[in-house]
């Protein structure tokens, strides 16, 4: 494949993969494929741009050849002022690409010292929402490897999904309920307070009001 060819290409899969995303109707879609700058663009519409502390550009690419935001696990993250429009009730969905370092390390939390749904907050890619009780779903990430995660809530039936490159990883039921959330919470990308950080490259994040279903994680996943 030539060199005019292979950008083509990536160009193509690049449009492709955020024109999926779009067509679901995020809250907040960050592509984290910015290049340059201290401000993760929000490319939902509803002006949601994050604020980068400590993380880099240009330590890891994505699958399709873009720069990557790259995590030290240390003290690197992004946070998003707080905002209503994150903190959905009847359902929620999370979309992201990552690259982990190691099996361990949260991806994103709406979390502030309390918290309400967080991924990966014990260590690994949990997912778990406060819904007058708790559930939560196991995973492992494989360390080094670009993999497509999407976490599903739905109040109506307490049922929350984790699906891992397009496959169901694991399911988790509580009792049926919204989603409750405390006062002053913030997303972060990257952190959960008093728990973990994540080591590693993140794409992609997306949030979403809906429960997202199996095909959409295989077409998410592409």
């Given at each position: 494949m030539d060199?005019?060819?292979?950008?083509w290409y990536r160009?193509?899969?690049?449009?492709?993969?955020?024109?999926?995303?779009?067509?679901?109707?995020?809250?907040?879609?960050?592509?984290?494929?910015?290049g340059s700058g201290?401000?993760?663009?929000d490319?939902?519409?509803n002006g949601?741009?994050?604020?980068?502390?400590g993380?880099?550009?240009?330590?890891?690419?994505?699958t399709?050849g873009?720069?990557?935001?790259?995590?030290?696990?240390?003290?690197d993250?992004?946070?998003?002022?707080?905002t209503?429009?994150?903190?959905?009730?009847?359902?929620?969905s999370v979309s992201?690409w990552a690259r982990?370092?190691?099996?361990?390390g949260?991806?994103l939390?709406?979390?502030?010292?309390s918290?309400?749904?967080?991924?990966?907050?014990?260590?690994?890619?949990t997912f778990?929402?406060?819904?007058?009780?708790?559930v939560?779903?196991a995973?492992?990430?494989?360390?080094?490897?670009?993999e497509?995660?999407l976490?599903?809530?739905?109040?109506?039936?307490?049922?929350?999904?984790?699906y891992r490159n397009g496959?169901?990883?694991?399911?988790?039921?509580s009792?049926?309920?919204n989603?409750?959330?405390?006062?002053?919470l913030?997303l972060?990308i990257?952190?959960?307070?008093?728990h973990?950080?994540f080591?590693g490259?993140?794409?992609h994040?997306a949030?979403?009001g809906?429960?997202?279903?199996?095909a959409d994680?295989?077409?998410?996943?592409?």
């Open positions: 060199t005019a060819t292979l950008v160009r193509k899969r690049r449009a492709t993969r955020a024109s999926r995303i779009l067509a679901r109707t995020p809250l907040g879609y960050w592509t984290l494929q910015d201290s401000t993760a663009l490319s939902s519409g949601l741009d994050g604020s980068i502390t993380a880099s550009w240009g330590i890891q690419t994505g399709d873009t720069p990557a935001l790259y995590f030290d696990g240390v003290n993250l992004v946070i998003m002022d707080e209503a429009i994150l903190q959905p009730t009847t359902a929620l992201l982990a370092e190691a099996a361990t949260c991806v939390s709406m979390d502030d010292g918290w309400s749904y967080a991924y990966g907050g014990f260590g690994f890619p778990q929402v406060q819904n007058g009780g708790s939560s779903t995973g492992s990430f494989t360390a080094e490897v670009w497509h995660w976490w599903t809530y739905s109040a109506a039936t307490g049922e929350l999904n984790v496959a169901l990883e694991d399911t988790g039921t009792t049926p309920g989603i409750t959330y405390a006062a002053g913030r972060r990257a952190r959960r307070v008093g973990s950080w080591a490259a993140l794409q994040v949030i979403f809906t429960e997202l279903t199996l994680a295989a077409a998410l996943a592409i």
